[in-house]
Structures are given as structure tokens and as C-alpha cells.
């Protein structure tokens, strides 16, 4: 069986690429889930692993839809291979049945981490930086006056969160923090 597996980041964004060229490839059922893939349950994934048998092959648009890290990438091969399936990345063209396959998996996936832990270097040297000339990062404080009106207004036990979130403009979690000191 030809089992494919779709992901985007976001709800916004559109999986019909990658289904389209599943689709031309032959994929029989496919797997599309729409949500980060830095996190680690990934409910379709899972569902995937759990159909594909020994002699399957997996077919992903392309392995950064498929792995959160080349770690998790090559962790998923792994059980694929000792399952006996098959994994195929048509952006990359990857045939992991064949041993070219599976060292350019092994390469392109050590450069995307490498990449990746790149844009966290610059990142974390950008707001180093950043802080050497005072600037602060993170989320502005709530505004005080703000905070004690909701304080107030939670108090006199006349409104309900929802609503006293809707006058202040101050979150509920910043209200239930505050109540708390």
C-alpha cells in the first residue's frame, strides 16, 4: 500500500500541494494534519504508523513535513526501515529502498538541523544585543490602572472574567495572577 502523510504549520495554510502531488504519485490514503511540526503528537502521524505494514511505502511532498528535527527525522526512518517500509520525499527525490536514498536523507537532514540551529544562534545573538543597549524583550506589563480596575470590578462580583476582560482590556490569566498576590 502507497500511505501519504500531509502536513502544514498553521490552520491557514493550504495542504493542497502537497495532496496534489501525492495524489500523482499514487498514494492510496493519506494522512493530513494541520498543526506544528515541533510538536511531538501529531495525531495523523501516529495514526499513519499504526496502518503501515512491512512492504508499505510512505510518501511525504517533502521531509521537512514530515520530521521535527533530524533527530525525529531519522528516528522516523528508523522505524520505518524496521518495519519494512518504505520512504519516499518527492521534493528531495528520496527512495529510502535504496542505499543513495537513504545517505541523502542522512545529509540533507544533518544541513536542515544545521540551518535551523543557525536562525536560533543569529536569534539569540540579535537579542543579546538588543540588551546590551537596554532594550527589553517579551510582552509589555499590563497597564496598572488597568489591572486595579479589573481587580475592582472582580471584587464588587458584578461582572463575570469574560465581561471584565472585555472593559479592561487585561487578559484572564493577568487577572487570576494579580488576584493571586
Known sequence: MVIGYARTSTEKQALDLQLDALERHGVEVVFAEKMTGTKADRPELEKLKLKARTGDTVVVYALS????????LLELVDYFDAHGIILISLKEAIDTGTP????????LGAIA??????????????LEAARARGRKGGRPRADSKAVGKALKLYDAKTHSVKEIVALTGVSSATLYRALKK
Open 65 to 72: 513535513r514530515l520530521g521535527r528535527s533530524t533527530k525525529d
Open 113 to 126: 538541523q544545521f540551518e535551523r540551529e543557525l536562525i536560533v544562534q543569529r536569534t539569540c545573538d540579535g
Open 100 to 107: 543513495v536514498g537513504r545517505l541523502l536523507l542522512t545529509v
